[in-house]
């Protein structure tokens, strides 16, 4: 049984995580979150909090929806971008990835090919169906979006999210309001996202599904150097695979990022900043070091907004290193395309140290022609086009020979332009994006998977003590005798204090331990025949297996300061010389 | 302006939630939460963790997706009821909600009226559209779940979940295992749940995409009215509108929930102890008691699944009597449903107190036949075969002549049946299903609009102090003599003790007070000349506006006893005898 085998039996058994549907027969892509699976994700998810927006100065959290109006993904490229290249078989209908299908049938990798070479090789090398030998039809491209109709009418196109990153961009103008005008904004978001893959894989990996944690630091790129954070962490070692280093076949080097950034192997300091946080969040969650390395995508890997992409990857078991997050500088891409498609300015301005004159565009609704072509709806055309910028109209009317106001359509016969000399304090520009962003479902399972271990035949779940699902197990040491009611009382006080704690009274107490084990649960508090006599109860480590007793009226506040990081277990109490495995 | 337009203005200006898709023209239905909106809603979401969750023994959370494959609604009833009438204008093709429309249009309620009888009153009163006088087509239904296709095969269709509570039901086995097969069993979920509304409300009480905080609670109906828990309630009053009030026009009663019990006003204790616990929870938001009732719903109001539904009502501006909450009985009916459609057997096994004798069903595979008919698959057929219940095989083949085994169709030739007499342990059941159910937008709403208050013709977000968003802010008085320098020292400090805080340097001290206010920060710690002599600062109480002054030393300490509600705030420090105001 390899490890990953090991970890989803563990998962599936233990209430972490399973495929979801099951009594349906399953639907691959989806995963549901068991009793402590979707605790241990949102304790993950409440880490990366604290990492990436509490501890970041001017970083914000928001919550935008999942399904949004086609227009977004019109502007942000996603309708055109973000497809994979299918093949159906024309006789029994299924269908491939098509560059994975051509992989295994020829044995050459395809990645960055285009469409038209895919469908030379299908056809040179006579590909046929590997289900039915049936003929293949042409490779298209497929848009991973689901798709679906807002309302009731048809015609209302939407989709679900592919990324969270959209709903930050479309919100920036009024966010940045809110949040008075100050840059870099750091602009969060934890939510589902949706990609409808064609060939979802096993586990985690690869999900319809899933949950995204982003962050769009939004910045001046004159500014994009500047960053009084990374001082701190500037001399944090790195595992870097540059790009230049994939095509050489060569191995990775260990670099620090300050030296990183000078060699220029990391497009800017911000860049650089974020992936030492990232390697600190990664080894928090249990990550060891040398199980955690840089790796930058290679050019037609990288997405269509992005200058430069470098991924996080963690090593797991059979799938080797793999990405569970990335961090792309995507410069003004998003943020000029939804400037140019809504017709709204997200521009910053900028105050200048002295005034500049600069020669600037104006617009002038020419009155005479838009009086008698729009009658009683010309007032509102003229205020609505006085609120538009300038440049932008001029350029729409040369593109696509008019532009929408108010819902009507104006020529070049309606406007005039002029150029004016001012004396300006500042300028307008459109800011930059450096985006760390996360699967937390990937957090999830190398978090289990780098917890996981074994000691005499026995699984320990060795979950670091903040991200247990569960902190403490309460058990009698047998059902009778009274020993139930004080274990029980002990519980609820507990409950009450706010501790994430589980009552345990089922089969024997060595089997109890090893399921508390198998969980993570980091301290079991038995109630046995010594409590009666002297109010003492016995607390157990989860990783030792040693025991120490406390007396029950200052169990609260020991196990406090234990949580809080304070204490260490062999402070709490007093040692025990037995153990009761 | 109304109280409502108020908040709403508020919750836009400073970032608690507003509109999605602005700059794109807007899309009814869907609401995006801004740096303090989705600080509070996930402030309220952590609330009732505690109350639905945490403080409920053998209560658990789980995360299941959204996009649920055809099968599961088919189970579930939703492709057949989860519709609402509508009707379309045959000339500009607009669509309406069909009982709105007659509402509006004829005056009188058509709640609870079949379609034909829809079409009969479109008809007689040769109603036309009120948009452009067209005639209208025929009330048809409209189901309200969104619609997708899972993977790259036009069949797979998808819907978004309507509510989260089929996820729990569907691995509802596997749980109940995890969970060591106890009764009652409390499954909960917290997550985003997608309904096509024909036509969403303004504001957040009918969005298209919501996120919903539901616990299935999971029991013996023969149990359901033992809940040892609620004998610690049963004295709580409650305002309560029954079913009959209702149609003898009546007002609500108030009675304590074991009297309502007595009375049979409500259907069982389990039901009646989560009316309390939602009393407490809504209260907890700072709701008053007189602004939250108990409301039944009527026969035809109630859902398919449900034998007694009774709402949450809270009193809003505007909006009168609005439902945030809904305890529905929903009886064996979704876990029966699963079972027959995914003829997995789900249900629990109870140990009587003595053996019982009882005639049962047995099916025995006729080799005879299955072996001829399937050749190969034969002894799979047989495999699968006996896994099955006896009694649900029977049935689907007295009702559709055969049943499906392993893919191949199994006739009555295919098996025999046979009756016999066993003594038994105990025996199985469908467990039934108490489900609270709660929308977490409108409790948003909530707690903005009863948290909103006006002082001197400032505004007071008077949020409680456990669920605001920011929890301190701090100020220098002025931006220079090095108060900035001191200041932000003290906000970083802050920052990692990880405290909600934000530093606030820009304007008057008074405009940055009535930001904070606004924004329902519980506490302001300021900076000022003083500080520089004796290093200490004043603390501001937003609710009073008083201020007192603290040794920064003890800063750290004093805030945590009073955001652990040990001090209160005229508690900190000592008094200062001019504000700043």
New interface residues.
């Given amino acids: 049984m390899t490890l990953y085998d090991k970890v989803m039996e563990l998962s599936?058994?233990?209430?972490f995580l399973?495929p979801?549907?099951?009594?349906?027969g399953g639907?691959s892509?989806?995963?549901?979150?068991?009793?402590y699976?979707?605790?241990l994700?949102?304790n993950i998810e409440n880490m990366w909090r604290?990492f990436f927006i509490?501890?970041q100065?001017n970083f914000?959290?928001?919550?935008?929806?999942?399904?949004?109006?086609s227009?977004?993904f019109e502007a942000s490229g996603h309708l055109e971008h973000f497809t994979d290249p299918?093949i159906?078989c024309l006789k029994c209908?299924k269908?491939y990835r098509a560059d994975h299908l051509i992989e295994e049938l020829v044995g050459v990798s395809v990645e960055g090919l285009a469409i038209s070479e895919m469908n030379k090789i299908v056809k040179e090398k006579d590909l046929k169906c590997p289900d039915c030998k049936g003929d293949l039809g042409e490779v298209e491209l497929?848009n991973l979006m689901?798709?679906?109709?807002?309302?009731?009418?048809k015609g209302?196109v939407?989709y679900?999210r592919p990324e969270a990153a959209q709903?930050m961009f479309?919100?920036f103008?009024?966010?940045f309001n809110?949040?008075?005008e100050k840059l870099p904004l750091g602009i969060a978001q934890i939510?589902?996202t949706?990609r409808?893959?064609?060939s979802p894989r096993k586990g985690v990996t690869r999900l319809?599904?899933f949950t995204i944690m982003e962050v769009e630091v939004i910045l001046d790129p004159e500014e994009i150097n500047n960053c009084p954070a990374f001082e701190k962490y500037k001399d944090t070692d790195i595992m870097l695979l540059t790009a230049s280093l994939q095509q050489k076949g060569e191995p990775p080097v260990n670099i620090t990022v300050e030296r990183a950034l000078e060699e220029r192997l990391i497009d800017n300091k911000w860049l650089a900043y974020f992936l030492t946080v990232s390697k600190n969040f990664v080894k928090s969650l249990g990550v060891a070091d040398d199980k955690i390395r840089f790796r930058e995508q290679l050019p037609h890997e990288k997405a269509h907004y992005s200058k430069q992409t470098i991924d996080l990857q963690v090593y797991l078991d059979g799938q080797g290193w793999t990405e569970i997050a990335g961090h792309a500088y995507r410069t003004d891409w998003d943020l000029s395309r939804?400037i140019k498609?809504?017709g709204?300015d997200?521009r910053v301005f900028k105050k200048a140290d002295t005034p500049l004159t600069v020669r600037k565009l104006v617009l002038k609704p020419s009155k005479a022609t838009i009086g008698p072509d729009f009658q009683k709806d010309a007032a509102r055309v003229i205020e609505e086009l006085n609120k538009l910028d300038a440049a932008e109209v001029k350029r729409q009317l040369t593109t696509q020979g008019f532009i929408e106001v108010a819902g009507k359509k104006l020529t070049s016969k309606h406007i005039e332009f002029e150029e004016r000399e001012e004396v300006v304090k500042g300028k307008k520009f459109i800011p930059h994006v450096i985006e760390p962003s996360y699967g937390a479902d990937r957090l999830v399972y190398t978090t289990l998977e780098h917890a996981y271990s074994e000691k005499e035949g026995r699984i320990i779940l060795k979950l670091p003590v903040k991200l247990a699902p569960i902190q403490i197990m309460v058990y009698p040491l047998v059902e009778r005798d009274g020993l139930p009611d004080v274990a029980t009382q002990i519980y609820r006080e507990l409950?009450?204090e706010?501790f994430?704690v589980e009552?345990?009274v089922?089969g024997s107490i060595g089997r109890r331990y090893a399921r508390a084990d198998e969980i993570g649960v980091p301290l079991g508090i038995t109630v046995d025949y010594q409590t009666l006599e002297d109010k003492t109860v016995t607390v157990r480590d989860r990783d030792t297996w040693r025991q120490r007793r406390v007396f029950i009226s200052e169990l609260v506040n020991i196990l406090k300061q234990f949580f809080e990081g304070r204490i260490y277990f062999n402070q709490i109490g007093s040692p025990v010389d037995t153990n009761l495995e």
Same sequence: chains 1, 2.
Avoid: C, Q
């Fill in positions: 599936k058994r233990r209430g399973w979801s549907f099951e009594i349906y639907t892509g989806f995963v549901t979150y068991g009793p699976g979707a605790i994700k949102l604290d509490y501890k100065e914000i959290e928001i919550e935008t929806p999942i399904i949004m109006p227009a977004v299918i159906a209908e269908r497929f689901f798709k679906t109709n807002i309302g009731a009418y209302d939407g679900a709903g479309v919100e103008k009024r966010i809110i949040m008075r939510g589902k949706m409808n893959e064609i319809r599904e939804h498609y809504s709204v997200m409950l009450g706010g994430r009552y345990d089922s």
